[in-house]
C-alpha cells in the first residue's frame, strides 16, 4: 500500500495549537448533540401527546434515531466538501449547521400549544443536527490524523473521543445543576430548554475560534498536485477502496452499538428498567463518562506501541463474553456504587474500540479521498446500528423481552470482532505509516 507523510511534520506548538482548536470545536458539536439525549426525559413530555412514560421515550428515541440518518448524507456532503475545499473549511460548516439546530429545539412551542407541529420542527432540528454531526467525524478525524504525528497519531487523534465523551459529560453537568436549581416541574415546563440556548451560543463561539484554524500540510499538499479530472472526494473515487470501505463497516458496527448502549441508553436503563431516580442515573453517568474521558488518550497511547489491532481486538473479545453478563446484573442492582463500578467496567472495554477508530478509520484512505472515506461508511453504519440502538432496547422492553436487547449488543461486537482479527495493522501497513 502506498504511504504518505504525517501531515504537520515537527511543527510541534502550531500542530498543538490546531489540534487543541479543533476538538474544542467538536465538544462544542457533541454537547449539542447529546442535550438532546440527557434532556429527553424533561422535553419527551412537551413534544408528544400524553402517553406512559416508556412511550413517550420510545417517541424521543425514534426522533434521535431520525437525526442519525440523516447522518450518511452529512458523510457525503461534508466528507466531500473536506476534501474538495479543505478541512478547517468543512469543520466551520458543521458547527454552523449544529447552531440552527440547537436554537430550533430551544424555541419551540410545545404539543399542548401547537400540536403535531412541534414533533415536526423537533425532527427537522434533529435532521440539520444529523447533517452536522455526519460532517463532523470526517472531518474532525481527518485533521487530527493529519496534524498529528506519526509517532504518537494514536495518542492525539484520541482527543476526538476526549471531547466527544466530554460534550456528553458537559450536557449532563449542565443537567445535574439544572436538577439542583429548578424543580421537577420547572424542568418540565421550561428548564430543558436551557441547555439548547447553551449549545447554540457555544456554537457561534466554535466557529470564530476554527475559523483561525491551520489547513494540514497532507490537504494543501494534495490539493496543488490533484489532477482536474481526479475522481478524489467523489463516490467513484471511493469504491476504489472496496476493502478499506467493507473494513470501516464492520469495525464500527459493533463499537457503535456498545458505546451508545454504556453511554446514551445507559441514563434511561438505570430509570426506566433498574429503578434508580432521574438525579441517581444522571449522578451515575456522570461519574462513569468522567473516568472514561480520561481513559481514551492512555488507550491511544497504548495503540502507538502494541498496535491498533490488538487494542480493537481486546475490546471485542471483553464486548462479547462480558456484555449478557454485565447488563443482567446492572439490570438487579440496586445500589450507585454498584451501578457505577459496573457501568466502569464496560466502558473501559469499550474504550479499546473509542480511543482508537477514528484514526484506525484514516489510516486507511489516502488523503483525496479521507474525510469521505472515514466519514460516509461509518456514518452509514452509525446510524444502522448506533443511532437504533435505543429505539431497539426501548422496543424490546415494550414487549416485554428486554434481556434479548443484550444478546443483540453481543452478536455486535461479535460480528466485529471477526474484522478486527482479520484487518491489517493500518499503523504499520497504511497511507499515513512512514
Not at 30 to 50: E, G, V
Not at 175 to 203: D, N
Request: proline share 3%; aromatic share 12%; glycine share 10%.
Amino acid at each position: 500500500m502506498h504511504t504518505e507523510s504525517s501531515g504537520a511534520g515537527d511543527r510541534r506548538p502550531s500542530r498543538l495549537r490546531s489540534i487543541i482548536g479543533g476538538s474544542i470545536g467538536n465538544l462544542v458539536e457533541w454537547y449539542d448533540w447529546y442535550a438532546y439525549s440527557a434532556f429527553s426525559l424533561y422535553f419527551a413530555k412537551s413534544f408528544f401527546p400524553p402517553a406512559n412514560q416508556t412511550v413517550q421515550l420510545l417517541n424521543a428515541a425514534a426522533v434521535f434515531a431520525v437525526g442519525f440518518f440523516m447522518r450518511p448524507l452529512g458523510g457525503w456532503v461534508m466528507g466531500r466538501y473536506a476534501d474538495r475545499h479543505g478541512r478547517k473549511a468543512a469543520l466551520t460548516l458543521s458547527v454552523l449547521l449544529m447552531c440552527a439546530g440547537s436554537l430550533l429545539i430551544a424555541i419551540t412551542p410545545s404539543y399542548a400549544s401547537i400540536g403535531l407541529l412541534a414533533p415536526t420542527v423537533l425532527v427537522l432540528a434533529r435532521l440539520l443536527q444529523g447533517l452536522s454531526v455526519g460532517g463532523e467525524y470526517g472531518a474532525s478525524a481527518t485533521y487530527l490524523s493529519e496534524m498529528a504525528g506519526q509517532r504518537h497519531r494514536g495518542f492525539w487523534s484520541s482527543f476526538q473521543y476526549v471531547t466527544l465523551i466530554a460534550g456528553q459529560l458537559i450536557a449532563l453537568g449542565v443537567l445535574l445543576l439544572l436538577q439542583r436549581i429548578l424543580t421537577h416541574e420547572q424542568l418540565l415546563a421550561w428548564g430543558w430548554r436551557i441547555p439548547f440556548v447553551i449549545g447554540a451560543c457555544c456554537a457561534v463561539v466554535a466557529v470564530l475560534m476554527r475559523r483561525s484554524l491551520e489547513e494540514t500540510e497532507d490537504y494543501q499538499r494534495d490539493a496543488a498536485t490533484r489532477p482536474a479530472t481526479s475522481a478524489a472526494a467523489s463516490i467513484r473515487g471511493l469504491l476504489q477502496h472496496p476493502r478499506a470501505v467493507l473494513t470501516v463497516v464492520g469495525l464500527t458496527a459493533g463499537g457503535t452499538v456498545a458505546f451508545y448502549t454504556f453511554t446514551t441508553y445507559a441514563q434511561k436503563f438505570l430509570v426506566n428498567t433498574v429503578g434508580f431516580t432521574a438525579q441517581q442515573a444522571t449522578f451515575i453517568n456522570a461519574v462513569t463518562l468522567a473516568v472514561y474521558v480520561c481513559l481514551q488518550p492512555i488507550v491511544g497511547a497504548i495503540s502507538d506501541r502494541i498496535g491498533r489491532r490488538p487494542v480493537l481486538t481486546t475490546f471485542a473479545v471483553l464486548g462479547t463474553l462480558g456484555t449478557v453478563p454485565l447488563l443482567t446484573t446492572l439490570e438487579h442492582t440496586t445500589s450507585v456504587g454498584g451501578a457505577i463500578g459496573l457501568l466502569l467496567l464496560a466502558l473501559t472495554a469499550v474504550s479499546g474500540y473509542t480511543a482508537i477508530n477514528a484514526v484506525v478509520k484514516a489510516e486507511l484512505f489516502p488523503t483525496s479521498i479521507r474525510a469521505l472515506g472515514v466519514g460516509l461508511p461509518y456514518a452509514i453504519t452509525v446510524s444502522l446500528f448506533g443511532g437504533t440502538a435505543e429505539y431497539v432496547a426501548l422496543w424490546f422492553k415494550s414487549i416485554g423481552h428486554e434481556q434479548w436487547f443484550y444478546w443483540y449488543v453481543t452478536a455486535c461486537i461479535a460480528g466485529s470482532l471477526v474484522v478486527y482479527v482479520t484487518m491489517k495493522e493500518s499503523s504499520k501497513i497504511g497511507y499515513m505509516s512512514e
